[in-house]
């Protein structure tokens, strides 16, 4: 048995997502013709209270795609320094958009309105033009840390006050509202533009949706062609969307009641150091003592069959999805405690 801790992307659909899939009607998308994808569409831009929404092959397109309609050439981009959309997207800010970024040193992974405000660029020739403020929830270095709602609207209201675009990366949103008791609308009428993962804890073989106004959209779908990301009869896959946003997000907790359980075996072992709080489904903890590494002791779970990855050289990172069962937990927490 492989229990396979590197993501929350290594999901497989199951059978009843498979059927799903299989029944879906199809038709040519770059026509708008897709029944399956406008369903899609439609579901999760009413979901989140936004006029439109748009089905894009990955969250990288969804995250470049906002980044480019909300900014011009020159433009700058307040984000995270561990954001994904500037350390794991291929430098795309960069070469998609043209754009340089300001990176703050938030916590985990989130920034406050003060150090946003700091952030922004006089209006000056000499300065780049501060356009966009992009925030990440949960935050995947961040170890899955979630924001506080409250620090969400001081960010909004220095955005409004400095005339900023306003951008989510939520590939792991429905994992902080689940753990924060949070209704997607709230979301929805905050942000100018928000990504979400179909294919991250979702369960999804492949998939993201960007969501924003009818305007936003329409010329987020321009980009996306532009991007190559112009699908034909991909409803198959959007089918699997629309099982994932009826089924698989209430048993979202269960992946986080089974991080905390993991993490707390793990706190027990010397070769455990700092670990970042567990708030949703990620476990990240430094690797202390003449014992291991992070590399061998990945290496070390490796032979027991339970797969992670050594993200720094003192950090493991475990993710927990749809594909962990109780049992997988239980063999994990006595393989720990063989170590
Ligand atoms: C996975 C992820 C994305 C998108 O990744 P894709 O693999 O391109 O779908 C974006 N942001 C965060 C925080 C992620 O974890």
Same mark, same amino acid.
């Given at each position: 048995m492989i229990i396979d801790y590197r993501s929350d992307t290594v999901t497989k659909p199951t059978p009843a997502m498979l059927e799903a899939m299989m029944k879906a009607p199809v038709g040519d998308d770059v026509f708008e013709e897709d029944p399956s994808i406008n369903q899609l569409e439609k579901m999760a831009a009413g979901m989140f209270g936004m006029e439109a929404a748009l089905?894009?092959?990955?969250?990288? +397109?969804?995250?470049?795609?906002?980044?480019?309609?909300?900014?011009?050439?020159?433009?700058?981009? !307040?984000?995270?320094? &561990? %954001?994904?959309?500037?350390?794991?997207?291929?430098?795309?800010?960069?070469?998609?958009?043209g754009t340089s970024v300001k990176l703050i040193e938030g916590m985990r992974g989130l920034v406050t309105a003060e150090q946003v405000e700091a952030g922004i660029n006089a209006d000056d020739v000499h300065k780049a033009r501060t356009s966009l403020v992009s925030l990440e929830n949960t935050s995947n270095r961040g170890g899955g840390s979630c924001y506080d709602f409250a620090e969400i609207q001081r960010i909004k209201a220095i955005c409004s006050k400095h005339n900023l675009r306003f951008h989510l990366d939520g590939a792991?949103?429905?994992?902080? +509202?689940?753990?924060?008791?949070?209704?997607?609308?709230?979301?929805?009428?905050?942000?100018?533009? !928000?990504?979400?993962? &179909? %294919?991250?804890?979702?369960?999804c073989p492949v998939g993201s949706l960007l969501l924003g106004t009818k305007d936003l959209i329409k010329q987020s779908r321009r980009i996306r062609k532009v991007f190559g990301g112009g699908m034909r009869q991909a409803g198959y896959l959007a089918a699997a969307g629309i099982y994932a946003?009826?089924?698989?997000?209430?048993?979202?907790?269960?992946?986080?009641?089974?991080?905390?359980?993991?993490?707390?075996?793990?706190?027990?072992?010397?070769?455990?150091?700092?670990?970042?709080?567990?708030?949703t489904n990620i476990i990240i903890f430094e690797v202390v003592g003449h014992h291991y590494t992070a590399k061998t002791l990945a290496e070390k779970f490796t032979t027991n069959d339970i797969y992670c990855i050594a993200i720094s050289p003192t950090q493991i990172r475990m993710v927990f999805h749809l594909d962990i069962t109780p049992e997988m937990i239980q063999r994990t927490i006595q393989i720990i405690q063989a170590i």
């Open positions: 089905f894009c092959p990955s969250g990288t +397109m969804t995250n470049q795609i906002a980044i480019k309609v909300h900014t011009r050439p020159g433009d700058e981009v !307040i984000c995270d320094k &561990l %954001s994904h959309i500037y350390q794991y997207e291929g430098g795309g800010i960069a070469f998609n958009s792991r949103l429905f994992n902080a +509202m689940v753990a924060k008791n949070e209704l997607p609308k709230l979301y929805g009428e905050t942000f100018d533009s !928000i990504s979400i993962c &179909l %294919s991250k804890s979702l369960g946003l009826t089924h698989n997000i209430n048993r979202l907790t269960e992946d986080h009641k089974h991080a905390k359980l993991v993490a707390q075996a793990l706190l027990k072992k010397e070769f455990t150091g700092h670990m970042l709080p567990v708030e």
